[in-house]
């Protein structure tokens, strides 16, 4: 089995329209269950040996990370835990993080949804549904070309939002029994359970999805013929040579 971790970037939340915020991308990152464990080892190594492990009365209760959070804008922006490293450091940390995948056996998945394509008067939760369910499709047919059967089958761990968790877990159940609701009727038959909710801070596969798709919608936000800053050039030359050849399938919408 894969444990496919996924998190999004461009989310909006209630509003459904920013100019800076063009996409709505969610991706996945596909674990394979037997290396899933190496590989939130040695995520939270490497964050430990950039920052200190927080042992305060707080972490010992649980309610604070001892290990801190990867999260791409933060890197990206040198904030929060990591503004006190210099813009280097939070570059070394982010490339060496997304260099964990091919180490550990990863793939990536991604959907891209143009959030100004969609009409911004209709529910605003249509465009989390929507990813997900075209990425739930993308994976359920990838899962499906995998020549081992043991790892024929996926589960979905995803980061904890504050509005669609009802929706996504609908929906995924709604498709093994019906199939899709936009496109062609096609039921999931390789996607186990339902949508698992999880603390991103809890979880270093999520986190990696967070830093994937927040460098793809990053990219994807570049204008072309833009001269780009050394944060852009960083962004674009991951993207590149750590994220493009790890990415099996995707689907952009429309």
Known sequence: MWLCYVDESGNTGMAPADPRQPYHALVAVMVPEDRALDLARAVKALVAEYVPRRLSFGALLGNEPVVPELRGADLFGNAKVWAQLDAKACNDVYRR??????????????????????????????????????????????????????????????????????????????????????????????????????????????????????ALHRMWKMAPRRARGPADQFIAQLVDEAIGPRIRTYKLFP
């Open 97 to 214: 993080a997304v260099d964990l995948l091919p180490l550990h056996g990863c793939e990536l998945a991604y959907v891209r949804v143009d959030r100004e394509a969609l009409d911004p008067r209709r529910d605003p939760y249509r465009q989390h549904v929507l990813a997900l369910q075209l990425l739930a499709e993308r994976l359920d047919e990838w899962l499906g070309t995998q020549s081992d059967p043991l790892r024929q089958r996926g589960l979905l761990v995803a980061a904890q939002t504050q509005h669609n968790e009802s929706f996504a877990i609908s929906l995924v159940a709604d498709m093994h029994r019906w199939g899709s609701s936009i496109g062609p009727q096609r039921k999931l038959t390789r996607i186990a359970d339902t949508v698992h909710f999880v603390r991103s801070i809890d979880n270093p596969g999520v986190q990696l999805a967070d830093l994937v798709a927040f």
